[in-house]
T-cell receptor, first 113, second 114 residues
Framework: AQSVTQPDIHITVSEGASLELRCNYS??????LFWYVQSPGQGLQLLLK??????LVQGIKGFEAEFKRSQSSFNLRKPSVHWSDAAEYFC???????????FGAGTILRVKS | EAGVAQSPRYKIIEKRQSVAFWCNPI?????LYWYQQILGQGPKLLIQ????????DSQLPKDRFSAERLKGVDSTLKIQPAKLEDSAVYLC????????????FGPGTRLLVL
C-alpha cells in the first residue's frame, strides 16, 4: 500500500536561512509526487508537483523539490526562508490515473526572526 | 476566479447528533473530493465524485457518513450520528477532471464533537 512519511513534525529555522523538508514515500508504481502548504485556517495550496522528466522541480514562492528514486524521497527546499513561509507542509503521492492522493502527516514550519 | 467555497466554517455538536457540510467547487470542475483531516494527520480522502457519480468511496464510513452531488455541481457531506472521533477538519477540493489535474482546496469546516 502506498504511504508517505514526513519524519519531522516540527522544524524551526531563522528567517533568511535555508530550508529542507523531508519526504519519503512507498509506492508500487511510478509515483506522482506533490507538495502542498496549509496556512492556519486555510485550505491546502499546491506548491509543486513531479510527474516525470527533470528530477528537480521548481514551484511557487521560491520552493523547489528533488525526486530521488533510489532513496524514495522527494524533499522540499528553499534557499532563504521568509517569515510568511511559516505554515504546515504536506507531501503527497498519487497514481497516474484517478488522482487519489495519499498525504503525509505534515511538517509544521516555524520561522524565527 | 472564485475558489472552492465551504460552509459552515466551524461547527460544534454533541455526539449522536447529525451535521451537514456544504461545498461549492470551482465553476466547471467536474471532480469533487471530500477529505477528513484529523489533528496531527494529513488529509484522508473520504469520497470522490466525477460529475454526479461516485468514483471512490472506499474510505467513507458508510454506516454514518453520506455524501451527494445531485446536479454535478455542489455537494453535501452528512454525518449521522456523529461520534467523538469524527472531530476533524473536513476539506472539500475540486479539479477539472480525474488524472493528473491539480486539486484546489477550500478552507475547510472544523467540526468538534463533544
Amino acid at each position: 500500500a502506498q504511504s508517505v512519511t514526513q519524519p519531522d513534525i516540527h522544524i524551526t529555522v531563522s528567517e533568511g536561512a535555508s530550508l529542507e523538508l523531508r519526504c519519503n514515500y512507498s509506492y508500487g508504481a511510478t509515483p506522482y509526487l506533490f507538495w502542498y502548504v496549509q496556512s492556519p485556517g486555510q485550505g491546502l495550496q499546491l506548491l509543486l508537483k513531479y510527474f516525470s522528466g527533470d528530477t528537480l522541480v521548481q514551484g511557487i514562492k521560491g520552493f523547489e523539490a528533488e525526486f530521488k528514486r533510489s532513496q524514495s524521497s522527494f524533499n522540499l527546499r528553499k534557499p532563504s526562508v521568509h517569515w510568511s513561509d511559516a505554515a504546515e507542509y504536506f507531501c503527497a503521492v498519487g497514481p497516474k490515473y484517478g488522482n487519489k492522493l495519499v498525504f503525509g502527516a505534515g511538517t509544521i514550519l516555524r520561522v524565527k526572526s | 476566479e472564485a475558489g472552492v467555497a465551504q460552509s459552515p466554517r466551524y461547527k460544534i455538536i454533541e455526539k449522536r447528533q447529525s451535521v451537514a457540510f456544504w461545498c461549492n467547487p470551482i465553476s466547471g470542475h467536474a471532480t469533487l473530493y471530500w477529505y477528513q483531516q484529523i489533528l496531527g494527520q494529513g488529509p484522508k480522502l473520504l469520497i470522490q465524485f466525477q460529475n454526479n457519480g461516485v468514483v471512490d468511496d472506499s474510505q467513507l464510513p458508510k454506516d454514518r457518513f453520506s455524501a451527494e452531488r445531485l446536479k454535478g455541481v455542489d455537494s453535501t457531506l452528512k454525518i449521522q450520528p456523529a461520534k467523538l472521533e469524527d472531530s476533524a477538519v473536513y476539506l472539500c477540493a475540486s479539479s477539472q477532471s480525474t488524472g493528473l489535474e491539480t486539486q484546489y482546496f477550500g478552507p475547510g469546516t472544523r467540526l468538534l464533537v463533544l
